[in-house]
């Protein structure tokens, strides 16, 4: 993970997603998904063209099912966004550039 794209964990969950009023992006991933790592660098690209407009976390299922069950995760990669602490939309799939672009640009408004 680069300096843009932060894990998180279980732990800090709270902290770093819930208790965050802007717009948080969430990778959920996992080490041997194929398609986690296609969309990885395109996830840390956004990252750092959207610096401070969107705060971009990734999640291990694997180290962390828990969140990964409450959100009912079924399928990864997952990017999850969240505002406020609450989840305001999902993309499911690895998923080209410029589909991850466009979505930034209408949850920012």
């Known amino acids: 993970m680069g300096d843009t794209v932060k894990a998180v964990t279980s732990a800090d969950w709270e902290s770093q997603v819930n208790k965050d009023p802007g717009l948080v992006m969430v990778d959920f991933w996992a080490t041997w998904c194929g398609p986690c ?26 180290e962390n099912p828990d969140i990964a069950s409450k959100y009912g995760i079924q399928g ?34």
Do not use: S, W
């Open 37 to 62: 790592r296609m969309v990885a660098p395109v996830v840390e690209k956004l990252a750092g063209e959207y610096v401070g407009r969107v705060k971009v976390m990734k999640l291990n299922t694997d």
């Open 76 to 109: 990864i990669p997952t990017l999850m966004f969240f505002k406020e602490g609450k989840k305001i939309d999902q993309i499911v799939g690895a998923v080209p550039e410029a589909t991850l672009r466009a979505k930034f640009d209408t949850l920012l408004g």
